[in-house]
């Protein structure tokens, strides 16, 4: 008579994230979400510029950041007590609800900038709840050592809507006006909702179940937790840094150096082109590859030559150049925030991760953006040049510190 023995049975692989039926539910998701936000912020600016001025048309673009960098924090807490799931769900319902109601107020009447601007606050604070949400989600639905992956198929997707998503709103708009691509947007977030229940969530452990208290205590808990954590309080510096110096040249500057080389919105949107294939191949690489090596080395060294590629976008003599560079920035940006995204989910306690991703989510959005007027007065005073370089510099900076901090250098993805 034969016997089995324990040791003989071999437990099947996982499946890679990138077949994974349940992973793939929640990619189709979150690429509806990032299409029907793309759609959404082009149907916002084209009806505020065509009912009211430039001005007025940009304050009411500008209203959903605010509400959305006061709440951010408070919606790292509520990720964490309901569960990020439930958040997601119940933020994309909430802003089909609204977009479709906006929808059908502009079919039937002609509002004021009042209404736009009241639905760009209501955006700012479901954005505060589904940031951090959305951050928490991935080591619900995978297993740790599939978590890069899970931020290759997340940075494909981001490029999917955003490549994707202006093109659809510009044509729902010459088809129907901003109601319309309004209309299409609501649309879309109705459409991650059913993929979104789908998901089945892998439990937290017993030790990292919710503590109670109130929601203060909580937030606070949290901001104690990461900064004492050896990994994740440095990396919220490393990702502080990277973004300061990131987007105003990309997001200020690019403008400037375009008029001034004399290439026009064609050239902007060119390099614009290269950045995103690069950031689209460091998504792929990590899609496909799984698991990079000695991750934190690997992040902090692709951010300096990075930020070597920003420094030489100002000094590029011709446009294939800046656009060949552009994807150098794209490529090496892009595979270093992706890493720090994974460590960031991979050394985190699952039950701080709502709050966690919440601080990561108010240094990219909420306080880098501040650099942009300081990068537009800056480039008046001393010119492209010079401002492209102390970014860059800022940018070395952040890589710099991660490798000089052991436990960032030292820091890998699971196998």
Same mark, same amino acid.
């Given at each position: 008579?034969?016997?089995?023995?324990?040791?003989?049975?071999?437990?099947?692989?996982?499946?890679?994230?990138?077949?994974?039926?349940?992973?793939?539910?929640?990619?189709?998701?979150?690429?509806?979400?990032?299409?029907?936000?793309?759609?959404?912020?082009?149907?916002?600016?084209?009806?505020?510029?065509?009912?009211?001025?430039?001005?007025?048309?940009?304050?009411?673009?500008?209203?959903?950041?605010?509400?959305?960098?006061?709440?951010?924090?408070?919606?790292?807490?509520?990720?964490?007590?309901?569960?990020?799931?439930?958040?997601?769900?119940?933020?994309?319902?909430?802003?089909?609800?609204?977009?479709?109601?906006?929808?059908?107020?502009?079919?039937?009447?002609?509002?004021?900038?009042?209404?736009?601007?009241?639905?760009?606050?209501?955006?700012?604070?479901?954005?505060?709840?589904?940031?951090?949400?959305?951050?928490?989600?991935?080591?619900?639905?995978?297993?740790?050592?599939?978590?890069?992956?899970?931020?290759?198929?997340?940075?494909?997707?981001?490029?999917?809507?955003?490549?994707?998503?202006?093109?659809?709103?510009?044509?729902?708009?010459? !088809?129907?006006?901003?109601? &319309?691509?309004?209309?299409?947007? +609501? %649309? #879309?977030?109705? @459409? *991650?909702?059913? /993929?979104?229940?789908?998901?089945?969530?892998?439990?937290?452990?017993?030790?990292?179940?919710?503590?109670?208290?109130?929601?203060?205590?909580?937030?606070?808990?949290?901001?104690?937790?990461?900064?004492?954590?050896?990994?994740?309080?440095?990396?919220?510096?490393?990702?502080?840094?990277?973004?300061?110096?990131?987007?105003?040249?990309?997001?200020?500057?690019?403008?400037?150096?375009?008029?001034?080389?004399?290439?026009?919105?064609?050239?902007?949107?060119?390099?614009?082109?290269?950045?995103?294939?690069?950031?689209?191949?460091?998504?792929?690489?990590?899609?496909?590859?799984?698991?990079?090596?000695?991750?934190?080395?690997?992040?902090?060294?692709?951010?300096?030559?990075?930020?070597?590629?920003?420094?030489?976008?100002?000094?590029?003599?011709? !446009?294939?150049?800046?656009? &060949?560079?552009?994807?150098?920035? +794209? %490529? #090496?940006?892009? @595979? *270093?925030?992706? /890493?720090?995204?994974?460590?960031?989910?991979?050394?985190?306690?699952?039950?701080?991760?709502?709050?966690?991703?919440?601080?990561?989510?108010?240094?990219?959005?909420?306080?880098?953006?501040?650099?942009?007027?300081?990068?537009?007065?800056?480039?008046?005073?001393?010119?492209?040049?010079?401002?492209?370089?102390?970014?860059?510099?800022?940018?070395?900076?952040?890589?710099?510190?991660?490798?000089?901090?052991?436990?960032?250098?030292?820091?890998?993805?699971?196998?």
């Amino acid at each position: 008579m034969t016997t089995t023995t324990t040791a003989a049975v071999t437990a099947a692989p996982a499946r890679p994230a990138h077949r994974d039926p349940n992973v793939l539910r929640w990619v189709g998701a979150y690429t509806a979400s990032t299409l029907g936000d793309s759609v959404y912020y082009l149907a916002l600016s084209w009806a505020a510029v065509s009912t009211g001025t430039p001005a007025q048309a940009g304050l009411v673009m500008a209203v959903s950041a605010v509400p959305r960098a006061l709440l951010l924090l408070g919606g790292g807490v509520v990720a964490d007590r309901l569960g990020p799931r439930r958040v997601v769900i119940g933020s994309d319902a909430a802003r089909a609800l609204v977009v479709l109601g906006l929808a059908a107020t502009l079919f039937l009447a002609s509002p004021g900038l009042w209404v736009l601007a009241a639905v760009g606050v209501v955006f700012g604070i479901v954005d505060a709840l589904f940031l951090p949400a959305v951050g928490a989600l991935p080591p619900r639905i995978a297993a740790p050592d599939q978590l890069a992956r899970i931020q290759g198929l997340r940075g494909l997707a981001h490029r999917c809507g955003a490549v994707l998503g202006a093109p659809l709103g510009g044509l729902a708009v010459a !088809l129907g006006g901003p109601t &319309a691509a309004f209309g299409a947007a +609501g %649309l #879309l977030f109705a @459409l *991650s909702v059913p /993929l979104l229940g789908t998901l089945r969530l892998r439990p937290l452990p017993a030790t990292d179940e919710a503590r109670g208290g109130t929601a203060l205590s909580d937030l606070a808990d949290g901001l104690r937790y990461l900064r004492g954590h050896r990994v994740l309080g440095p990396l919220m510096i490393v990702v502080l840094l990277s973004d300061l110096g990131f987007v105003g040249p990309l997001n200020v500057g690019l403008a400037v150096l375009a008029e001034r080389r004399e290439w026009g919105a064609s050239g902007i949107g060119w390099i614009l082109a290269g950045f995103g294939t690069g950031a689209g191949a460091a998504s792929l690489l990590l899609t496909v590859r799984g698991r990079v090596p000695r991750a934190g080395v690997v992040s902090g060294w692709t951010m300096v030559l990075g930020a070597v590629s920003i420094g030489a976008l100002a000094y590029t003599p011709s !446009l294939p150049v800046a656009v &060949a560079v552009g994807l150098s920035v +794209g %490529l #090496l940006a892009g @595979l *270093s925030g992706a /890493l720090c995204n994974a460590l960031l989910q991979t050394a985190c306690d699952p039950a701080y991760l709502g709050r966690v991703s919440a601080v990561a989510g108010l240094c990219s959005l909420g306080l880098a953006p501040l650099s942009y007027p300081v990068t537009g007065a800056a480039i008046g005073l001393w010119g492209v040049g010079p401002v492209y370089v102390v970014s860059a510099a800022v940018c070395a900076l952040s890589g710099g510190y991660g490798l000089l901090v052991p436990a960032v250098r030292k820091a890998e993805l699971p196998r």
